[in-house]
């Protein structure tokens, strides 16, 4: 399905969107509810990651298939290799079985697991005979994708001897292993991070819980830019808090360099557009919320605004190699942009072109990111259907607004 967007001559109502549960919470709190039944879960997230996750946990599975769900390939490899007396082969889509998953099968071969490749060494399809893993220490790189560090946090309590893992070197993506490592604490599960070292004690029971998943702030990030982008407006987004697990919350400082405030009240957020002056250019670090970086690239693009967002290395193997894409994107748009592998330079432009054709390159969040500027220009969004990934109800929500 391709789109067609041009909201280029209407303005924004001051409407409320209920964004669904965060999928990074959403499937963290899946897997521990495997291990912990009593756990009861409100405001699960609906994308199509949470949904494969949910079907791939039915027992009874020998052959799963997590299409594009990265995350869950991750949570799933441990989740299987740590749960006696399942057998499984777990795949994925074409992409997929291109995304490494070595560090991760190495470090549970290190504890014991019993994985081995179907296919190409290092990567999907793995065949996965779960048993007992015994072994209490593992040792992994800090800077590697923070699914893999989380993958062995979660599965850590169920562990006889629960599970010491040690980082190595720079740590990155800190906000998901810290989000991993709350969800553990607020279920009473004794899991500490000190210095380099992720400590997590075994635990048979926690006692009935009941769980509401915050809201998800990458999904929040189109519409911090489609304000920004708009001349005058407002939006309610629920359900959120001030205090948040997620990293992507930075959303709420880095904007108000585009003129956007963040109010809170009662579990929601305000977004007012309250001022036109923006910088000539902006530098961000992203290392601990690369996730928003198609976002705010589009942005500054489409504010006119020069910037450099560094820390992205990570965003070479998601769904699609984001960097190359965004700068293919954004040079069809008129943008003068260069990437390294893992920075994103864009230089400040006056122009943006109009009615160009945005390939998504089965990437959710290239086809989010990019349609907050329909209303500066008609854009059209190819294969918009990929948003289902992590946000279903995206383009009914934008159409909303208006």
């Avoid at 893992?165 to 500490?192: C, F, H, N, R, W």
């Avoid at 003129?259 to 530098?283: C, H, M």
């Avoid at 293919?328 to 400040?348: D, F, M, P, R, Y």
């Amino acid at each position: 399905m391709d789109l067609s967007l041009d909201y280029t001559k209407k303005t924004l109502k001051n409407t409320e969107i209920l964004i669904s549960g965060s999928k990074s919470e959403s499937n963290r709190l899946l897997i521990l509810q495997q291990f912990f039944p009593e756990i009861q879960l409100q405001n699960l997230s609906d994308s199509d990651d949470t949904i494969h996750l949910k079907e791939a946990l039915s027992p009874g599975k020998s052959m799963v298939d997590i299409g594009h769900a990265g995350t869950a390939m991750r949570f799933l490899t441990a989740f299987f290799a740590a749960s006696p007396g399942k057998e499984v082969i777990l795949t994925g889509s074409s992409r997929m079985q291109n995304r490494p998953i070595q560090i991760l099968v190495e470090a549970l071969q290190s504890l014991g697991a019993d994985i081995s490749y179907v296919e190409k060494p290092g990567y999907p399809p793995l065949t996965i005979r779960g048993k007992k893993l015994s072994k209490n220490r593992v040792i992994i790189q800090g800077n590697v994708s923070s699914q893999y560090i989380s993958a062995l946090m979660l599965v850590a309590p169920s562990l006889e001897n629960g599970l010491d893992i040690q980082l190595t070197g720079e740590v990155t993506s800190a906000p998901y292993l810290k989000m991993s490592l709350s969800l553990l604490q607020d279920l009473g599960i004794d899991a500490t991070w000190k210095d380099n070292l992720i400590s997590i004690k075994p635990c048979k029971s926690i006692g009935a819980k009941t769980v509401v998943v915050e809201s998800d702030w990458s999904s929040a990030s189109y519409f911090y830019s489609l304000i920004a982008l708009s001349e005058r407006g407002s939006l309610t987004l629920s359900s959120y808090k001030e205090n948040s697990l997620q990293g992507d919350s930075r959303l709420a400082d880095i904007y108000k360099a585009f003129g956007v405030t963040t109010s809170y009240i009662d579990n929601k957020i305000l977004l007012k557009k309250e001022t036109d002056f923006i910088p000539a250019a902006i530098s961000l670090n992203l290392i601990e919320q690369p996730d928003i970086a198609q976002t705010i690239a589009v942005t500054c693009f489409g504010l006119g605004m020069a910037c450099d967002l560094t820390g992205l290395h990570t965003l070479k193997i998601k769904e699609t190699d984001r960097l190359v894409a965004l700068k293919n994107e954004l040079t069809k748009l008129g943008a003068e942009i260069q990437v390294t592998e893992n920075s994103l330079h864009l230089k400040s432009s006056g122009q943006i072109r109009r009615n160009i054709s945005i390939a998504t390159y089965d990437d959710h969040r290239m086809a989010m990111a990019f349609a907050p500027l329909s209303v500066k220009v008609p854009i059209r969004i190819l294969n918009a259907e990929v948003v289902t990934k992590s946000y279903k109800n995206f383009w009914q929500d934008l159409e909303s607004v208006f």
